[in-house]
């Protein structure tokens, strides 16, 4: 009986809750803590592709959580002041907002390199492979954004695309599924940042909110839930949790 | 004949002049490579050690290069107004003063990813292990420093000594040397470290200079030389190349 979406959240919360961090950082873990927070949606992605491939979440945590230590990263440098200069994040201070700059700019460093170092406690390389291109596409893709350039498909596709597409490739390459049998399992990816971004979009009243009005936004996330679908029902595994988190992330509120 | 360490040095100046950055960086890649400046003092030891090891320098490029990243991304990092407020590196203007912070905290999250990527391109994830491992120590040693925390010598064991350590260990990592045959190479990587350091203190006239004076401090150059001497001679390889580039940094004016 595979662990259904909100079972897996409480893994990954479990774990990063009691994830021991480099000894050297000190009491740099207390900010890198304080950014950790968030809706887990890319690390219970992360498990349930894993649980779909028959491994156990266990397994699967640290690649889970290498993803959400990275997004995490992303967030704490965006929201600096030369950035996007976010004050908040979560309904709480952001980590610049709460400890300072400089602080900030460390704990986003320190975060990125223990995404590497948990990514690479697997005996294969390629999950750390999967994080290191995805990590590099979503700079990319701030960079494109704050110097305004960039149409927004190829933004969405770099800035979140890149990172959903990694919560999938690496629990595939934790569980070492063959470079030549991940091509339908990338294609779920890919229509599941989308359906992630057009939702976020909806909820924030931007994006393509902007372009279309909400209702045609809408209609939009309803054919992207079905090819999403479509894409799951392709894939020769027990994807029934995995069918829960498109449901569930074409329904959300917040 | 192995080549010597100015040898070494052009084959880092031409690998890092022609080094493809992933395209998703786009224009980001001009503030990368003004980062990229500097001696080649840790790419140089690493292609030497992997010289020693009987391995040829072109396999090790990677490596090498992946070291010099993470030390450019360090300084971008360290330079910045929240940091250490430098606005000149090597005599030129560092990177947030010439192109600004938004682009100096992205060119060096881009510099960190992109040297797990290179680190990442040898077969066993060992290479990039032994990078994170640094690259955590480093930013634990920023963190003490810009908090005024820290006795000097775990400031550059962590500062200094961790990368020093690493351009060894990516080569040996790399040459795949079993771990039970390390532990001469690490003892001689660490002698090396505090060598640089203090040289270093010697010529900005601060540190160790500070505390014992000048005489006092080259004396302990004389003392550690003889120490990096022998752990070299313990090593059973043909270290002739390492041993001139000890002597190279003792001896370094600038």
Do not use: N
Not at 15 to 39: C, F, I, Q, V, W
Not at 122 to 133: F, K, W
């Amino acid at each position: 009986m595979p662990l259904a979406p909100s079972e897996l959240r409480v893994l990954v919360e479990a774990y990063l809750d009691e994830l021991a961090l480099t000894p050297e950082l000190g009491s740099l873990s207390e900010p890198m803590r304080h950014a950790l927070g968030g809706k887990r949606v890319r690390p219970v992605l992360c498990l349930a592709t894993g649980e779909a491939l028959g491994a156990r979440p266990e397994g699967l945590l640290p690649a889970a959580a290498a993803v959400e230590l990275v997004h995490s990263f992303s967030l704490v440098h965006d929201d600096l002041p030369s950035l996007d200069d976010d004050r908040e994040r979560r309904g709480a201070p952001s980590v610049w907002a709460q400890y300072g700059e400089a602080t900030a700019i460390l704990a986003g460093d320190a975060l990125l390199a223990e995404a590497f170092r948990l990514a690479l406690s697997y005996p294969t390389g390629a999950v750390a492979r999967e994080l290191v291109e995805a990590t590099l596409g979503m700079i990319g893709g701030q960079w494109l954004d704050i110097r305004g350039e960039g149409a927004r498909d190829e933004l969405h596709r770099l800035k979140t695309g890149a990172l959903f597409s990694a919560s999938v490739g690496c629990a595939l390459a934790a569980v070492e599924v063959p470079a030549a049998e991940q091509a339908p399992w990338r294609a779920f990816a890919s229509e599941l940042g989308l359906l992630f971004q057009i939702v976020d979009d909806i909820l924030d009243g931007d994006g393509v909110v902007l372009d279309v009005g909400v209702d045609d936004a809408r209609r939009q996330v309803d054919e992207v839930v079905e090819r999403t679908h479509a894409r799951l029902a392709a894939i020769d595994a027990d994807t029934v949790v995995l069918r829960d988190i498109v449901d569930g992330l074409a329904s959300r509120t917040a």
